[in-house]
């Protein structure tokens, strides 16, 4: 079993790389085989590290905050511009690691509505509450990273379903 230290450590370096935008600190915190949910993504192994690479790459204004809650869990505040909307995400994360103290698995939670409306404007005001929208974002997001690696690296063999 990891020390809870490392733990804490790890999840200091992921927020802090967030914040620094640095991609390569962030995908070092997490393990080869990890896991990530929020109510945006599912995604597992090199997908995860490929989602921050792809976000801070896309979010130049890119602002987070966080407070280590305890050994597994996090509530940080995530400020960016999408889509030329201002978003503040407040978003609570709890973690498992490996003996090693890199990310395991990660699953984040967030007010989909509050986001939908600030991230999509009269539709996310409209239809945020509504599973159909989470679920075409969640499409739409998966085809957008999934684009956005094939841009990156053209020979990547994508993941099955």
């Known amino acids: ?12 370096r992921l927020y ?18 990890a896991t990530f949910e929020d109510p945006v993504f599912r995604l597992e192994g090199g997908d995860v590290p490929d989602m921050w690479r792809m976000l801070i790459e896309r979010g130049p204004d890119l602002r987070v905050e966080h407070r280590i809650v305890d050994g597994a869990s996090a509530e ?6 999408f889509h030329g909307r201002p978003v503040t995400n407040r978003i609570t994360s709890r973690f498992a690691f490996d003996d090693r103290g890199l990310i395991l698995r990660q699953v984040d939670s967030f007010d989909f ?29 998966a085809a957008t990273l999934a684009s956005w690696q094939e841009r990156r690296d053209p020979d990547r063999t994508p993941p099955a379903d």
């Open 76 to 81: 940080w505040t995530a400020r960016y511009t």
């Open 113 to 141: 509505p509050r986001w939908a409306r600030q991230a999509l404007g009269l539709k996310g005001r409209l239809f945020g509450r509504f599973r159909f929208l989470r679920s075409a974002v969640r499409k739409a997001s």
């Open 16 to 33: 802090e790389g967030l914040d620094a935008r640095d991609a390569d600190s962030v995908a070092a915190c997490y393990t080869p085989r």
């Open 1 to 12: 079993m990891r020390p809870v230290a490392e733990g804490v450590e790890t999840m200091r």
